[in-house]
Nanobody
Framework: QLQLVESGGGLVQPGGSLRLSCAAAGRNMDYYDIGWFRQAPGKEREGISCIGNSGSSTHYANSVKGRFTISRDKAKNTVYLQMNNLTPEDTAVYYC????????????????????WGQGTQVTVSS
């Protein structure tokens, strides 16, 4: 059974960078599209990025486009989210999730298309 574990969160100043990792255990994540989601206090969870199982297809929410980059390292069975130029509005718990079936990663990055979730990692952007 696939399990996902996020890491790399923390406290960073505005304008700073963080790289989140989503490591897989139990199964090879090569077969899965992987998505990154976040939930800020008092807000609904939103999809912010996803990557297809081959790594050739990526999608980003408008709120992070141009600042965040998703990638995958098949040798390490890990997906990364590089986050640059962070703002306080990026403060949230960040989750990764694996696609429930084929073509989960679309431009809409919809939660219902993702089945297995990690426990989340907190990102706080504050001076």
């Amino acid at each position: 059974q696939l399990q996902l574990v996020e890491s790399g969160g923390g406290l960073v100043q505005p304008g700073g960078s963080l790289r989140l990792s989503c490591a897989a255990a139990g199964r090879n994540m090569d077969y899965y599209d992987i998505g990154w989601f976040r939930q800020a206090p008092g807000k609904e969870r939103e999809g912010i990025s996803c990557i297809g199982n081959s790594g050739s297809s990526t999608h980003y929410a408008n709120s992070v486009k141009g600042r965040f980059t998703i990638s995958r390292d098949k040798a390490k069975n890990t997906v990364y989210l590089q986050m640059n130029n962070l703002t306080p509005e990026d403060t949230a718990v960040y989750y990764c999730a694996s696609g429930a079936g084929l073509y989960a990663c679309t431009d809409d990055i919809i939660q219902v298309d993702f089945a297995t979730w990690g426990q989340g990692t907190q990102v706080t952007v504050s001076s």
